[in-house]
């Protein structure tokens, strides 16, 4: 089971990510970058310049190589990521653009997406980096491996997730 932690910022992100997703090796380091006139988050090999890629195993490290790298900002990462393989048994579930800000306080999740959260039993819910966007985790699968409608998206491979640790308001 993957349960949501308590914490409020990415200084607290060791303890807010769940244990069973930190304990498998798939995570990456992320830049921004730009691509077509795009902000884009590109996914690195932590503790290094290398690309990594969310279909190479090879390309990817552990929790632990992965917060190091960002912390010591060696390279200067922008944060980091776990990545959906067909060899786990999760599913990211993407939810565009559905926080909005009330005031400078505070933020309300949109209807729709309080659905979807509703009917998340066992699951890791937090707030993408852009602050607008939450991220899902849970465990299941999708057939061909993603799909997405609307502002709705949903992988099991081939893709990974920034991770912030920051859990919903």
């Known amino acids: 089971m993957i ?3 308590t914490g409020e910022t990415i200084s607290n992100f ?3 990510v769940p244990a069973e997703l930190a304990e498998r090796p798939q995570w990456v380091c992320w830049l921004y970058e730009e691509r077509d006139d795009k902000r884009t988050k590109v996914p690195y090999t932590p503790g290094t310049l290398r690309r ?3 279909t190479d195993l090879m390309t990817w490290g552990t929790f632990d190589e992965a917060v190091d790298a960002y912390e010591r900002s060696e390279p200067p990462y922008d944060g980091v990521g776990f990545v959906f393989s067909s060899a786990d048994p ?3 579930i993407d939810l565009d653009d559905c926080i909005c800000d009330i005031d400078e306080y505070s933020a309300m999740v949109a209807p ?3 659905e979807i959260l509703d009917r998340v039993d066992d699951g890791y819910a937090e707030i ?5 966007v939450i991220h ?3 465990r299941g699968s999708v057939r061909g491996g993603g799909m997405r409608r609307g502002p709705v998206e949903m992988y099991s491979r081939a893709r990974y997730f920034a991770i912030t640790g920051q859990p919903l308001p």
């Open 3 to 5: 349960t949501q932690t």
């Open 14 to 16: 060791e303890e807010n």
């Open 52 to 54: 990594a890629s969310s």
């Open 90 to 92: 999760y599913v990211g």
């Open 112 to 114: 729709w997406a309080q």
């Open 128 to 132: 993408s980096p852009s602050g607008k």
């Open 136 to 138: 899902i985790i849970v």
